[in-house]
């Protein structure tokens, strides 16, 4: 078990809606990103978070949004939902943001857009 | 664009014998990579790295060797046992991205199936 910890677990949205995921990173971990699997796919970085702040963000639209709290917890938000979006979202936490730092991750939260 | 590519969906290996998972990476300025095992329903679980200034890593049963020149790298697990039976992802950390991020690149994964 890594210590990163993310809910829900599993939840159904219809189009359109809105969705909050989140995750609390491992104890000493500043460092939080949150990466999109889809089915047969590797995991896709979607940002990442540093000290409250955006620190370096993927190849996704404005309606994926997220924040870092002060206790380095985070929150994934994604706007106006699409079929496509149905994916597992995984957090993961690491010490630091220098490449070098092993990233851990969560268990997931599965998000069906229905 | 993939820029890091695991060629072969699955593999099947027979229980004590050696699982060699493959990776290939298009792009120089990777120089972290990292192997994960993912169970379904599950997170992806660290196994081992390996930095680019190194050819070799060693964590017990799990070797990964690193081919700079020809951008590859490769997972052995040796002897290979049943609970190893779980996809496995090849990831690779770039130097620089925006202010110094550590983002992973994925590649799709290898099924491994360890038979008893």
């Known amino acids: 078990e890594t210590g990163v910890t993310q809910s829900p677990t599993h939840l159904i949205k219809t189009r359109g809606q809105q969705v909050t995921l989140r995750c609390s990173s491992q104890?000493?971990?500043?460092?939080v990103s949150w990466y999109q699997q889809a089915l047969g796919q590797g995991p896709q970085f979607i940002f990442q978070?540093?000290?409250?702040?955006?620190?370096g963000r993927g190849n996704f639209p404005p309606r994926f949004s997220g924040l870092q709290f002060p206790n380095y917890s985070s929150e994934l938000n994604v706007n106006a939902l699409e079929l496509d979006d149905s994916a597992l979202y995984l957090c993961?936490?690491?010490?630091?943001?220098?490449?070098?730092?092993?990233?851990?991750f969560g268990e997931g939260s599965w998000l069906t857009v229905v | 664009d993939q820029q890091v590519k695991q060629n072969s969906p699955s593999l099947s290996v027979q229980e004590g014998r050696i699982s060699i998972l493959n990776c290939d990476y298009t792009n120089s300025m990777f120089d972290y990579f990292l192997w994960y095992k993912k169970y379904p329903a599950e997170g992806p679980t660290f196994l081992i790295s390996i930095s680019s200034i190194k050819d070799k890593n060693e964590d017990g049963r799990f070797t990964v060797f690193l081919n700079k020149s020809a951008k590859h790298l490769s997972l052995h697990i040796v002897p290979s046992q049943p609970g190893d039976s779980a996809v496995y992802f090849c990831?690779?950390?770039?130097?620089?991205?925006?202010?110094?991020?550590?983002?992973?690149?994925f590649g799709t994964g290898t099924l491994l199936a360890v038979q008893p």
């Open positions: 104890s000493g971990h500043n460092t």
């Open positions: 978070y540093y000290r409250e702040e955006e620190n």
């Open positions: 990831a690779a950390s770039p130097t620089l991205f925006g202010g110094a991020t550590n983002k992973l690149i």
């Open positions: 993961a936490s690491s010490p630091g943001t220098g490449s070098g730092n092993t990233i851990y």
